[in-house]
């Protein structure tokens, strides 16, 4: 098995095949780490005799479908930026006569008006009026890469071997300094049959991966730039505005090295007897990773006037790396035979897992030299810290399937699982499915059709699949959450003239922590028409995930530490997916046109169905609530007169008091009708505020075509979804509206005016 971030080192060209296994009776035999489906990728073996060699390549431009648009007139900019604080107590922003006409000059006559000169208030400091969209002095359109493979393979009576060497460069879209991402790899597949009855191989996949960007290099930044800013000073140097000090900062103020290898190397052995109607299969995978990732912050040069050019920023260096091993080993048995007219396959296995990640770092200031930037060369304060982190999955499985007739199918699952994860008394687990399933197109009274209807089948299975992953508010892992933590570190306080060493207190921990139960019922049916020219499947299920892992019942204030994650609450999800694939070819020009579309649509909604938090308090999980569920106040227009303004009080609404409410204010529905707009906390006093959208994506798409003809093949692969609601949070959108020193984008210029 293998985390999602390791499929950025898999080569797609050694990819065979991919297949996902989503209903829980089918996904029940791989373990703890399946609870919510499986991807299985089979890589390339050897498959034709003699020995082959193939080279292809790849080169790529991207470019974004979708970029918003910024002001770039400085004139307009200027006075809509001055316009969004006229109403603040602060009023900050109030720009003199004689800015407004250089502004109009530079905005009726771009060309023939300077964009920095010599403030006139003051001669020793520079000054600008830029008339541009910034973001595209940094950010490039196209984006390029290029992809490199080659590969030997074939077999013999005994062997079969797949060797393959990849290179992949892909330039990021920052223009003015190095931005890139490098992978390198390599893979070597044997395998050898000694003996009729037995035969071992390994799979191992050497890579390395590049990232380089640089130190200072922060997306939010690129996108909040005036338009009245600068890039140089007519003296070369860097202007004193946002966009000067982002260009030094981008092309001198340090880089990042992160540098990831990674050797996994799987070895498998299978044994055959009484005539392959027993099969020992067994594997041992290893995987050894380690990681040098380093960044420095060297001092760069602002022009701030004539013949005034200062050294600012700092410098400082900083390394860290980490060590991963992982190992898993499974061996399983599977009998299969055939008795007439009924067909028996049962297996029986065993996995065992363990990961353990090592990880330090090491900071310090105060770097000599700029041009060799090392903490080697540095003479200011260490600052080191270490993490070391493990987790191990034990657990045996059988599966066992029972086929009459080619036509009745009857299928039951089981795993007992444990992990390291939880205590001891509750470690381990038992997760139970069983499928069934019938070839309807192979009953004796659909011969009449079975030229039009090739497959019909339906289909049903319940399964429960056990969850132990964890993961904190940030997103990242926890392993060990029932284990009270206490993290040393040193006081920002003098004591007797020194900053003593404090141990933070424990976080509670509850003793109501273990599994999560994913429980699903799955209904489908396959249907193929014109030898599965036409095909189509349909699947509706209902998901149930029990005791899910999360912060439980909101606890007083006074208590003085953050509730603890526990198995608190339970999730409904249903859905459904529809599939439609059409398949065909016909004869072009003496050649066979060949020809593949496939449709997807999908659609699921979930909903809480059970959590302790009997006030229905919205800022936690409530029974009935639906996931991505948008609470705010409904929209009413604005206010056109001062009487409306005083006939409906949104006092409440304003952050300290600060704004005053005039004409070309929002006005919103007042639900409650008690003249004060206002938002309540619980959903049975919810005020003002309601439900006015939801977040979750629905109506999932997929459509792919593909032909090919005479060696020449086409592929279009398109996906998105048709329903998502969406409510920004970022200041960047919002712009002058929440922060008057962001923004600038041309959809902030459709406010009121009287």
């Keep these: 098995p ?42 390339k073996s050897g498959t034709r005799e003699g020995l082959h060699v193939s080279y292809n390549n790849n080169m790529s431009w991207s470019k974004p479908t979708l970029l918003p648009n910024k002001i770039s007139d400085p004139y307009i900019y200027n006075r809509v930026l001055e316009t969004s604080t006229d109403n603040t107590p602060w009023d900050n922003i109030n720009f003199s006569d004689d800015t407004y006409a250089w502004a109009k000059e530079r905005s009726d006559n771009p060309e023939g008006t300077v964009g920095v000169r010599v403030n006139p208030n003051d001669p020793t400091s520079w ?11 940094f950010l490039d359109d196209y ?19 797949y060797l393959s060497g990849s290179y992949d460069n892909e330039n990021g879209a920052l223009k003015i300094a190095d931005d890139l991402f490098k992978r390198y790899s390599i893979r070597s597949k044997v395998d050898f049959t000694p003996f009729k ?120 260096a900083y390394r860290s790396a980490t060590f991963d091993t992982y190992n898993v080993f499974n061996i399983y048995s599977t009998f299969s035979k055939t008795f007439n007219k009924h067909q028996v396959t049962a297996l029986v296995g065993f996995n065992q897992e363990n990961n353990r990640s090592e990880w330090f770092n ?42 009459f007739n ?33 070839r309807i197109d192979r009953e004796n009274f659909m011969r009449p059709i079975e030229h039009i ?40 306080y003098l004591v007797d003239g020194e900053l003593p060493q404090r141990v933070s207190p424990p976080q509670l921990v509850s003793d109501n922590y273990s599994w999560e139960t994913v429980s699903t019922v799955n209904f489908g049916a396959d249907v193929g028409l014109f030898k599965d020219k036409l095909f189509a499947a349909f699947d509706i299920y209902q998901r149930n995930t029990k005791n899910m892992l999360t912060i439980g019942r909101d606890l007083p204030d006074v208590l003085g530490a953050a509730e603890p994650k526990e198995n608190a609450a339970d999730l409904q999800t249903n859905g459904w997916e529809l599939s439609l694939t059409y398949k065909n070819n016909f004869n072009l020009a003496g050649k066979s046109f060949n020809f593949n579309t496939r449709f997807i649509l999908s659609d699921s909604r979930s909903w809480i169905t059970d959590f302790d938090n009997p006030n229905k308090n919205l800022s936690q999980y409530y029974i009935g609530q639906e996931f991505g569920e948008l609470w705010g106040l409904e929209s009413d227009g604005f206010y056109k007169t001062v009487e409306e303004t005083q006939a409906l009080d949104e006092t409440q609404l304003i952050p300290w008091g600060a704004l005053s409410i005039v004409p070309g204010w929002p006005k919103y529905v007042d639900q409650d009708g008690n003249g004060i707009i206002e938002k309540g906390y619980t959903v049975d006093d919810p005020k003002d505020a309601q439900i006015i959208g939801n977040t979750s994506p629905r109506f999932r798409y997929g459509l792919n075509l593909s032909f090919d003809w005479n060696g020449f093949d086409v592929r279009t692969f398109v996906q998105g979804i048709a329903k998502k609601d969406y409510y920004p949070r970022h200041y960047l959108y919002w712009g002058f509206y929440q922060q008057p020193y962001a923004g600038g984008y041309e959809h902030l210029m459709d406010f009121y005016r009287p």
Excluded: C
């Design 362 to 403: 090491a900071q310090r200031d105060g770097v000599i030299s700029g041009s060799l930037p090392t903490i080697a060369l540095a003479t200011g304060e260490d600052y080191v810290d270490e993490r070391i982190t493990d987790w191990a999955i034990r657990g045996t499985f059988f599966r066992l399937n029972y086929i």
């Design 2 to 43: 293998a985390d999602t971030w390791e499929l950025n080192r898999l080569t797609p060209e050694d990819v065979s095949d991919i297949s996902v296994l989503k209903d829980a009776s089918s996904a029940a035999i791989y373990g703890a780490r399946a609870a919510f489906g499986v991807v299985l990728i089979t890589t």
């Design 453 to 492: 209807v090739s497959t019909f089948k339906v289909r049903g299975s319940y399964g429960s699949l056990g969850n132990q992953n964890v993961y904190d508010d940030n997103g990242n892992p926890v392993y060990y959450g029932y284990i009270p933590t206490m993290n040393p570190s040193q006081a920002e």
């Design 197 to 316: 009855w037995l035969t071992v191989g390994n799979n191992t996949l050497m890579t390395m991966t590049e990232r380089r960007e640089p130190s200072y290099l922060d997306i939010w930044d690129l996108y909040n730039l005036a338009p009245t800013s600068y890039d140089k000073n007519p003296d070369g140097s860097w202007a004193n505005t946002g966009v000067g000090q982002e260009a030094a900062r981008l092309l001198d103020g340090g880089d990042v090295d992160n540098r990831y290898n990674s050797t996994q190397s799987t070895f498998t052995a299978e044994a055959r007897f009484f005539d392959g109607a027993l099969k020992v299969n067994s594997d041992y995978t290893i995987r050894k990773g380690n990681s040098n990732y380093s960044y420095y912050y060297s001092k760069y040069k602002i022009g701030y006037g004539p013949e005034d050019v200062r050294e600012i920023g700092s410098n400082s």
């Design 127 to 137: 000054e600008y009026m830029g008339n541009r969209d910034w973001t595209y002095y």
């Design 406 to 438: 080619e036509r009745y199918i009857v299928e039951f699952n089981g795993r007992y699982d444990g992990t390291s994860k939880f205590p001891s008394e509750t470690r381990f687990g038992f997760f139970p499915s069983t499928s069934a399933a019938w």
């Design 143 to 161: 984006t390029y890469s290029q992809k490199h493979h080659i590969q030997i393979d074939g077999k013999t009576n005994k062997t079969r071997y």
